[in-house]
């Protein structure tokens, strides 16, 4: 059972260099969303997407802009990393917008130096 | 924006005793999520919340919401190794846009045997 898969687990980049975090799902989940974790920080939302076709800004969107690619797939781009954006990294999933669980995938460890 | 606390931030003990953590807001939730996070690993709910006063027992865990569902409480009975990890609260605020979880900053428990 896949779940919520996340791609690269382990990532080191430079300042200025760009990447994209893959997400994909395998529960038909309608709804999508992307975390990072920080020490003493917990978990804030970056973006999200309510349902295919739609996302929306979350908490701390700044630097990052997202792909929902079909019902399977949502990306997450760091077009010029910064420091700041050195963090862990979670993919999740829920089958309805308002109530449902999420599933987390096993996250993306970021570094930028 | 709710102001959500988790506390205490930090707790460490010995295998068999009880403990309580707890989170609070000013805020009026519809409902309230706990999850449990393991070193290296996405969060899993443990339990959904979604009537004042109510009690949810999930094995040695007792989770309640608050009368007003402004907080919630989880306690644990015997506690054991097993238990160690980060515990996390993610209320859903009454009325608005209620697609987007906000986590608590978190509760990270050692069990010691």
């Known amino acids: 059972n896949a779940g919520v898969t996340q791609t690269p687990k382990f990532q080191v980049l430079k300042t200025g260099q760009s990447m994209t975090l893959q997400c994909a799902q395998d529960m038909n989940h309608n709804s999508m969303y992307w975390y990072r974790q920080d020490p003493g920080m917990g978990l804030r939302l970056i973006y999200y997407?309510?349902?295919?076709?739609?996302?929306d800004k979350g908490e701390v969107p700044n630097g990052y802009n997202v792909s929902r690619l079909n019902k399977r797939e949502f990306s997450l781009r760091l077009e010029s990393a910064a420091p700041s954006q050195t963090s862990v990294y979670f993919c999740?999933?829920?089958?309805?917008?308002?109530?449902?669980?999420?599933?987390f995938g096993e996250g993306s460890r970021l570094t930028v130096l | 924006t709710q102001l959500l606390e988790q506390s205490p931030q930090f707790l460490s003990i010995q295998e068999g005793e009880n403990l309580t953590v707890y989170c609070n807001s000013s805020?009026?939730?519809?409902?309230l999520q706990w999850y449990r996070q393991e070193p290296g690993e996405g969060p899993v709910l443990l339990v959904t919340v979604v009537t004042g006063g109510e009690v949810k027992k999930l094995k040695r865990l007792t989770f309640q919401f608050g009368d007003a569902r402004k907080d919630s409480s989880l306690h644990i009975t015997a506690a054991q190794p097993g238990d160690t990890g980060l515990y996390l609260c993610a209320p859903r605020e009454s009325g608005g846009s209620n697609y987007k979880l906000t986590f608590g900053k978190g509760t990270l428990l050692t069990v010691n045997p």
């Open positions: 805020s009026v939730f519809s409902s």
């Open positions: 997407s309510a349902s295919e076709g739609t996302t």
């Open positions: 999740a999933s829920s089958p309805t917008k308002n109530t449902g669980e999420l599933f």
